[in-house]
């Protein structure tokens, strides 16, 4: 009888080791459970929220800085928001010479940023790089769109407000200037014409041509040339006068073979 209860309770532990076994093993994948699902979760919130915080980070930034240049002399330019004869208080930096009556300013680069400003020769030491304030009035003399600042009288003024950074000069075809709705867009703006050619040296008055169809002016540089020269390129102020359009050149930097 004794034997056989010894056996009797050796088989009994031996299965509630294995029973206990079977627990520990249980919880251990419990444990890996709880473990994955956690890691997926906070893998899954944090991946959505920096992806939703980064897509309103970039539109935000992006609006902000398109709408952040506009060009109030375009406005003038196309008569946004202004009428001819209004008086208009504005900003720029002189992108020419001072032609003795004038000279050429741009708020930035591009189509229809640049204008004429005549004074009539009361402001001969403003010149090339200043930042102006100007009050004028908003005029088209002889098809040209400009701002008459030359009445004092009136309230017009001129104020030099320190050293600017002349907007960079925007690169246009001869082709494209040769029609007039696209040279208009260019009228008083800072531009660069690429890789032309001489196809008249001498149009009278200090005038020459390239290209066949676009004229360079001397009205601030003289530029000798031959026929069939080539230029890299030639930067300048695209001016109308005497019903067409002109290129005209700072100085000889502007003139590049």
Sequence with gaps: MSIRLFALAALLGSTLVACGDKDDTGTDEADADTDADTDADTDAD???DTDADTDADTDADTDAD???DPSEIANMQTYNGYAEGDWITVSGVVTTPNAGSGFFIADISGPNAGIWVYHGYNYKE???GDAITLTAELIEYNDLTELDA???????TIKVTGTGTI???TAVTTKELADKKTAEMYESVLITVENVTVTNPDLGYGEWEVNGSLVIDDKFFEVKTTEGATYSSITGVLDYTYGAFKLLPRDADDVVE
């Design 66 to 68: 398109t709408d952040a």
């Design 150 to 156: 030359s009445n004092e009288k009136k309230g017009a």
């Design 126 to 128: 403003i010149g090339q």
């Design 167 to 169: 907007p960079a000069a």
């Design 46 to 48: 944090t991946d959505a």
